[in-house]
């Protein structure tokens, strides 16, 4: 019986073939100092081979514009429900506001996500209200990427209005909205997800929505969040039902996953349950950064972009996943609520210039990119950023603005 070694799957992954799910648990599962030490090699020269020495980053915002949420998943200190105190939701002029500041400070994109909260419905339709915030911010901003609405939040408005995933997307894209964030997939294993967030979609609705997103023209990220009670045959059992979605939309020509990003579990403020049973309130960096290099290898050449949370890292635990198969540091976020009120140390915002310091303390070159991981020269982002009507213009044209 021929016995497979560390050194032989690294050499296989080298050779740009895609690993069994049996040889990535194996790489999961290496202890030694001096098999890791490989591992990271590895991933390393992965990374230079497929995506090359210059290290990205985007200039976003994020905004999450309710916390109020009909749903209790077991890790999330950021959900309200409507009444409690800390519960909001924002309104048009609100998020005009915030888009307007991100454009000022040379935003290119826009990062959208929140509670599912069913009051959130205009003239009695969730996805009236949805389009309404989507259309109201592209004519303002029309250059600005709007990355919005996870496949939960898709799967929500579906159910709600009696609509098709195909039919929420297409609506969604021609809108304006231009990708769609892959969130909401935790850990794509049921037995996890029963545990973890039992009101959510499941793994293979998950699968469907993000697939179909491909099918309707639109780009998506991926997301794993991690370190909390899945295995490593779970953890490798995520990134194989990644890429062969992947593999799929893009045998059929469609846009695909542009990017893979690792979520470590921040559990300082998280339900008690949950933080009971991890055991522990802030990421193992030695962990995250083990599933970082593994993540790189086992993709390969089918998700070329990595990218670590420095809010979940913090700075110093990001600039080391440059190290272990990542190309892109993320972006500026300018301000985040869901990590940071579940007691991650990271921020909420990062300068331009502290993640350029952070990229050339490697001795590595750093260039800005938009969403889809194209390069962006000083005098494409002013023209991106340029609004098309002041905040205040769309939002009188909005109004009235009222829920139902």
């Not at 959510?200 to 991926?222: N, P």
């Not at 933080?275 to 970082?292: F, M, S």
Request: charged share 20%.
């Amino acid at each position: 019986m021929v016995t497979v070694t560390i050194e032989a799957i690294l050499d296989r992954a080298l050779a740009g073939h895609d690993l069994s799910w049996e040889e990535g648990v194996m790489l999961l599962k290496a202890r030694s100092p001096d098999a890791i030490a490989q591992i990271r090699t590895t991933a390393d020269r992965l990374r230079q081979q497929q995506s090359g020495e210059t290290v990205t980053y985007v200039i976003n915002r994020n905004i999450n514009f309710t916390n109020i949420c009909e749903q209790h998943c077991s890790f999330c200190a950021f959900r309200r429900d409507e009444g409690d105190e800390g519960a909001y939701w924002l309104d048009l002029g609100q998020m005009l506001e915030k888009a307007s500041d991100a454009v000022q400070r040379g935003a290119t994109e826009l990062c959208m996500q929140g509670g599912l909260n069913p009051q959130a419905k205009l003239n009695g339709s969730l996805l009236s209200y949805y389009l309404k915030v989507v259309s109201t911010l592209k004519d303002t901003f029309l250059h600005l990427h709007l990355h919005a609405f996870s496949p939960q939040e898709v799967q929500f408005i579906a159910r709600e209005d009696g609509l098709s995933y195909a039919g929420v997307i297409a609506a969604l894209r021609d809108a304006g909205v231009d990708s769609l964030p892959g969130t909401a997939a935790e850990v794509l294993d049921d037995d996890v997800r029963r545990v973890l967030c039992p009101e959510k979609i499941d793994t293979a609705t998950w699968l469907e929505i993000v697939g179909t997103a491909h099918q309707q023209g639109l780009h998506t990220t991926s997301t794993m969040l991690s370190g909390h009670i899945e295995t490593p045959e779970q953890q490798v059992r995520h990134l194989e039902r990644l890429r062969s979605l992947q593999k799929a939309s893009l045998d059929q020509g469609y846009p695909g996953i542009t990017e893979f990003i690792l979520l470590p579990f921040v559990g300082q403020e998280a339900p008690k349950p949950l933080r009971r049973r991890v055991g522990r309130d802030q990421p193992v960096l030695a962990d995250a950064l083990l599933l970082t290099a593994v993540a790189r290898i086992f993709l390969g050449r089918w998700i070329p972009n990595h990218q670590p949370s420095w809010v979940k890292l913090g700075l110093a635990g990001a600039i080391d996943a440059l190290t272990w198969g990542c190309n892109d540091i993320g972006g500026t976020l300018m301000e985040e609520h869901i990590t940071t009120m579940a007691g991650a140390q990271g921020g909420t915002c990062m300068a331009v210039e502290t993640l350029q310091a952070a990229i050339a303390s490697l001795d590595r070159p750093y260039q800005q990119r938009d969403t889809l991981y194209r390069a962006i020269s000083a005098e494409s982002a002013v023209a991106v950023g340029h609004p098309q009507a002041t905040a205040e213009d769309a939002l009188q044209a909005a109004s009235p603005f009222t829920s139902s």
